[in-house]
């Protein structure tokens, strides 16, 4: 699933320690944990802007949900997480791309390209993103 970095950005380039933020509760403080990435953005978006679509690659851990749900991530069962074998020679242990964590970064946190995804590992990437996309419920919130 993961092959040698390629020497540009591009769509499955993975990149390590990347910014991924979140805006907690109070709404003041924003919050940001260094994480490997997967690039998303299609090649002409890659040449015309700086803000650059990735998903965020969390890794295993036994004492978290993603650790406990592993087995289901792993089965392809739910449409929100896409497992990620890792390659121990690439430095990149097992871990699972968080759909709902898509986001657009800017250019410059793209730095330390560390693999890129095989052709096929990104083919079922964006399969998943599509599985995700049908599965989400549409219904409109009631005021």
């Known amino acids: 699933m993961l092959a040698h970095p390629k020497r540009s950005i591009h769509q499955g380039a993975v990149f390590g320690r990347v910014p991924i933020a979140w805006l907690p509760l109070p709404l003041w403080v924003v919050q940001a944990k260094a994480r490997p990435v997967v690039v998303l ?7 015309h802007l700086r803000q650059v679509r990735v998903v965020p690659l969390y890794s295993y851990r036994s004492d978290s949900s993603l650790g406990r749900l592993r087995p289901a991530i ?7 997480a896409f497992h990620l074998a890792g390659d121990a020679g690439l430095g990149i242990e097992d871990g699972v791309l968080r759909l709902d964590q898509m986001q657009s970064i ?4 793209l730095s330390d390209q560390i693999a890129s995804l095989t052709d096929a590992a990104f083919a079922g990437l ?3 993103i599509a599985r995700y996309v049908q599965v989400l419920d549409r219904r409109p919130l009631s005021a």
């Open 126 to 128: 964006v399969n998943r």
């Open 41 to 47: 953005s299609p090649y002409r978006e890659l040449r």
């Open 74 to 80: 792993e089965a392809g069962e739910l449409a929100g």
């Open 106 to 109: 800017h250019v410059h946190f």
